[in-house]
């Protein structure tokens, strides 16, 4: 039958690629993007839409494709989304809108991200830019993170013309799409830059260097300097470890200051001042899309690479697709193997790490089959790096600096979905920060939402 | 854009600059940080917060030439400016913070080994400005590399300056004087030791013998500075703790220094190459007189 597969997408290869930090994934051009659109079924009850947390109108935009009306296209996309040529780029769309496409029942399904990147891609080219807002409201709003979260909370309320400025407490914004998410995956200044460019157009002031709780507190910016509500999308940034033996040796890092060094630091870019650590072979623990990202960071610095994760392939969390391509570009996954033990050398240097090999057991509380070591089965893997990528939680430094601002048991800062709303009077707050480390879109949405329930808030 | 008002060099290898930072000196606090970073290609460098003024403005760091950053930052002058200058970052030191009563209650002594001295002073000002005078060992490897003495010699009880090879002050480490002292009859319920990681390892020694409980402040790599990369932890006692966000002050006699002394070389060989390209690749006039960042 016609139609079964999708227009492939153009990559660098992965030997190629391998050795750079430029994009993996090239996007469709015009043609291939049209014939693509073409495949959509246009539903009259898509089931795509469902599978996306801010309901995108799918068919919507992919039709517009199919008649080359990319303007139009565009147009439908912000009307869900603030960030839609990152969403593109990384959403795991094959357990969102990819994974309910009807297409998908026999056959590949449309590859809605990619058409989304497309169409995102175009309108930068061309120069399409967010509407400003016709007339100031004269109303101050802080928004505290730039990450997807803050950056959309900020566009949106700026539109309906508030007077907003963003608070970052890094050198540069983005959050974790500037210090995390690496190069290969989502270009800086081709993509991430934009994204703020767009948002500062729209009249957003951004003050870098500030952090929130230290430099000056919520209630300061309340009280003294006229701000009449705050957003609170700060993330979930600290690092967690194993705590096993070993761990504090040199060549033992989270796989934050890892990602941090290379990219926000540019640490890889010979001309920048901060140091990176060369390694031969390296092994990152975990199997979500920072283990991912570390791993295949670490073979593009030259070193083997190896995944050690507790589970079995099927229980990987991260995207499809970056296990895929970090296969393809060579990373060796250990898997059904957990680390009990750090070695190290005479010097205090990483030399490598005692491992225990699992079996899969009764499913846990999350579903999943819970890993279970199997006695007397330890050995060694040599390495002279080990990159920690265990999860994050959110940092304490806002929650325990603004009295009245509720946190449940995980540190996460408890808000209406709905709204944003928090405990605290005038602060609103979502994104990693009220979920504990989710995704790019959820952020986004909560973002969006927090800019309606301030805005609610600001007009009663 | 953070502008540099005042650049002075207080001794051959020791620079000393107010910047502007309106935000961090309206919050900052004596023990707390900041981090600065010189342009786009630059790191991110702790340096202690030196002193501050309030109305001015102005944050005061001190800082020790001894890499490719420390370097460069050593060759700005007054209207130069650095391109980011965060903060406070860490935990205000307890001094500051806990009960003043309880404070004055206390006989204090503290030690600063070379550039530490510039951390120990804002501290000793502020006990000073509420009512405490706690004595302080200034100490250094010779006598042109002591600074802020007659600054120190305002706040502080009693000051004993002291250099190791005997060209000022008392003669013999700081360590011999905290022993000196104590066998002169003097007595002390705190100690806070400041500078060197080996230096506070020593001192930490010596007041363990003697009974003092002790604060060290640590120096550990970082960098962000805010506890999202976990590269500046410590053992302490048998718990992990970050130096940005639950220090940098610490129990000291809790700390494994040695594990911290190996973390903050681990980038040796390769800081000491950044050292040697920029030293060679700009002329090098911080007038230093030693070359090996390698130290
Ligand atoms: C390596 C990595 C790979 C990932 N890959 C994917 C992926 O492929 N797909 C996907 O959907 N998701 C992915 N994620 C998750 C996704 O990036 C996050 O869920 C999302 O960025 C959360 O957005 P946020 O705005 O809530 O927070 P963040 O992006 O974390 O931004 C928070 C910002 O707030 C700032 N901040 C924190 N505290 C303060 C303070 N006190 N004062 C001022 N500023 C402060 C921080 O510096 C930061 O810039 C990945 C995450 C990581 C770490
Ligand atoms: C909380 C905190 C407060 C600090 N306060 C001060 C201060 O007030 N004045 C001051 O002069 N310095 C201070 N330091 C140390 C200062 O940050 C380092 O000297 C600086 O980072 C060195 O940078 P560089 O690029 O010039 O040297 P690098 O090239 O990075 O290092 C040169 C040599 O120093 C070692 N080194 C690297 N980082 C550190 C470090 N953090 N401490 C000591 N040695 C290090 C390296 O192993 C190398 O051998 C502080 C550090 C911290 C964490
Ligand atoms: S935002 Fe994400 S889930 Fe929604 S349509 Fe786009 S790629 Fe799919
Ligand atoms: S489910 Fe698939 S085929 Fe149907 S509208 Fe959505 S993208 Fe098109
Ligand atoms: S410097 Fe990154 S966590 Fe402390």
Redesign the pocket.
């Known amino acids: 039958m016609e139609g079964l597969k999708r227009v492939p997408v153009r990559e660098q290869a992965p030997k190629v690629r391998a050795a750079n930090f430029e994009e993996v994934c090239l996007g469709y051009n015009q043609e291939e993007a049209v014939e693509e659109a073409k495949r959509c079924l246009q539903c009259k009850k898509p089931l795509c839409v469902q599978g996306c947390p801010v309901a995108i109108d799918i068919p919507g935009f992919i039709g517009k494709v199919v008649e080359g009306d990319f303007a139009a296209a565009y147009q439908i996309l912000s009307d869900s989304s603030s960030l839609p040529a990152v969403c593109g780029r990384v959403c795991p769309q094959e357990s969102q809108c990819e994974g309910k496409c009807i297409r998908g029942k026999k056959g590949d399904p449309v590859s809605i991200g990619k058409l989304e990147r497309f169409v995102a891609d175009w309108a930068k080219e061309n120069g399409i830019k967010p509407k400003k807002a016709d007339k100031q409201n004269g109303k101050k709003v802080a928004v505290i993170g730039s990450g997807p979260a803050g950056l959309s909370c900020a566009g949106d309320l700026a539109k309906w013309g508030y007077d907003v400025t963003i608070f970052e407490a890094l050198h540069e914004p983005g959050g974790v799409l500037t210090y995390g998410i690496p190069e290969f995956r989502l270009p800086k200044d081709a993509v991430v830059k934009p994204e703020v460019e767009n948002v500062k157009s729209l009249g957003v002031k951004l003050e870098t260097d500030v952090i929130i709780g230290k430099s000056v507190t919520i209630d300061e910016l309340l009280d003294e300097e006229g701000f009449s509500a705050v957003f609170v999308g700060s993330g979930a940034g600290l690092p967690m470890f194993m705590g096993i033996p070993g761990e504090n040796a040199n060549g033992v890092f989270s796989a934050n200051e890892y990602l941090t060094r290379s990219n926000l630091m540019k640490a890889r870019l010979d001309d920048y001042?901060t140091?990176m650590p060369v390694s031969k072979k390296a092994v990152i623990v975990g199997g979500g899309n920072v283990a991912m990202d570390a791993a295949r960071t670490a073979l593009r610095l030259g070193a083997e690479s190896h995944i050690v994760y507790r589970r079995s392939e099927a229980e990987l969390p991260a995207r499809a697709e970056e296990v895929h391509h970090a296969k393809e570009e060579g990373v060796i996954f250990d898997l059904l193997t957990n680390p009990v033990e750090i070695l190290t050398d005479d010097k205090g240097w990483v030399r490598g790490i005692r491992c225990i090999r699992m079996e899969l057991g009764e499913p846990d509380a999350s579903g999943r089959r819970r890993p279970v070591a199997i006695e007397g089965s330890e050995f060694e893997i040599e390495a002279d790096a080990v990159i920690m990528s265990l999860g994050t939680s959110p940092n304490p430094l806002i929650s325990s600096t603004t009295a009245g601002l509720d946190v449940n048991k995980r540190k996460c800062i408890v808000a209406e979905a709905e709204t944003g709303k928090t405990s605290k009077e005038g602060v609103y707050a979502g994104g990693d920060a009220v979920t504990g480390a989710a995704t790019v879109i959820l952020a986004m949405e909560a973002g969006r939402a927090g800019a309606k329930g301030i805005h609610e808030f600001l007009s009663k | 854009m953070f502008k540099i008002l005042r650049a002075e060099h207080l001794a051959e290898n020791i620079v000393l600059m107010d910047v502007e930072a309106k935000r961090v000196a309206k919050a900052c606090q004596p023990g707390q940080?900041i981090i600065v970073r010189l342009d786009e290609k630059g790191?991110r460098?702790?340096?202690?917060i030196?002193d501050y003024d309030r109305e001015k403005g102005t944050v005061t760091?001190?800082?020790?030439?001894?890499?490719?950053?420390?370097?460069q930052?050593a060759n700005l002058k007054a209207g130069d400016s650095f391109m980011d200058f965060v903060g406070p970052?860490?935990r205000p030191s307890e001094l500051t913070t806990d009960d003043l009563e309880e404070v004055k209650k206390k006989k204090i002594l503290f030690v600063a080994g070379g550039?530490g001295t510039?951390?120990v002073y804002p501290q000793v000002k502020w006990l000073h400005e509420h009512g405490i005078d706690a004595d302080v060992i200034v100490g250094a490897k010779t006598k042109s590399l002591i600074i802020m003495e007659d600054m120190m010699k305002e706040v502080a009880g009693n000051l004993y300056v002291t250099t190791d090879d005997g060209s000022y002050g008392r003669s013999g480490m700081v360590t011999k004087v905290i022993e000196d002292l104590v066998a002169e009859g003097k007595q002390y319920d705190l100690c806070v030791a400041i500078g060197?990681?080996i230096m506070m390892k020593f001192c930490c020694l010596t007041t363990k013998k003697l009974g003092i409980p002790t604060i060290v402040?640590?120096?550990?790599?970082?960098v962000d500075g805010t506890g999202m990369c976990g590269a500046?932890r410590l053992t302490v006692g048998d718990e992990v703790k970050f130096?940005?966000v639950d220090g940098?002050e610490f129990d000291g006699h809790k700390i494994n220094f040695d594990e911290a002394m190996k973390r903050?070389?681990?980038?040796?060989t390769e800081?000491?190459r950044?050292?040697l390209k920029f030293q060679e690749g700009d002329t090098h006039h911080g007038g230093c007189g030693h070359c090996g960042?390698?130290?």
């Open positions: 001042a140091p | 940080f790191e460098i702790p340096l202690t030196a760091i001190v800082f020790q030439p001894i890499g490719a950053s420390t370097y930052f970052l860490g550039v510039a951390p060197p990681m402040s640590m120096n550990p790599i970082m500046c130096a940005c940098p903050q070389a681990m980038y040796k800081e000491g950044a050292l960042g390698d130290k």
